[in-house]
């Protein structure tokens, strides 16, 4: 079984475990025994891409909806996040959420 038989859902929730381990770490310390382990984790945190807001993901979707200027690419790869167009998004599925919660079920 080579790296691409993994499912991307299993490959995430190793780098959620990678993630999981170093932070508890970084928290609690550790003994001796475990510093190559936990020097060999750091190193795969190092390089595993930063999650990304799923809110931010739909902010960029909507932005590039509407805007024709830039192709949807440069979107979705985050080149215009701190711009207008996506942080309006941002805001608003945020205050959609947190009104969403204030609701009575």
Request: cysteine-free.
């Given at each position: 079984?080579?790296?691409?038989?993994?499912?991307?859902?299993?490959?995430?929730?190793?780098?959620?475990?990678?993630?999981?381990?170093?932070?508890?770490?970084?928290?609690h310390?550790?003994?001796?025994?475990v510093?190559?382990?936990?020097?060999?984790?750091?190193?795969i945190?190092?390089?595993?891409?930063k999650?990304?807001d799923?809110?931010?993901?739909?902010a960029?979707?909507?932005?590039?909806?509407?805007?024709?200027?830039?192709?949807?690419?440069?979107?979705?790869?985050?080149?215009?996040?701190?711009?207008?167009a996506?942080q309006?998004?941002?805001?608003?599925?945020?205050?959609?959420?947190?009104?969403?919660?204030?609701q009575?079920?």
């Amino acid at each position: 079984m080579g790296a691409k038989d993994i499912s991307p859902e299993v490959v995430e929730r190793m780098a959620a475990l990678v993630r999981d381990l170093h932070a508890d770490h970084v928290k609690h310390g550790a003994h001796d025994y475990v510093q190559d382990f936990v020097a060999r984790t750091a190193a795969i945190v190092a390089e595993l891409p930063k999650p990304v807001d799923p809110d931010l993901i739909e902010a960029r979707r909507m932005a590039a909806d509407l805007n024709q200027g830039s192709t949807r690419t440069e979107w979705m790869a985050g080149r215009w996040d701190a711009g207008p167009a996506v942080q309006w998004h941002l805001a608003g599925i945020k205050r959609g959420r947190e009104l969403a919660q204030d609701q009575p079920s």
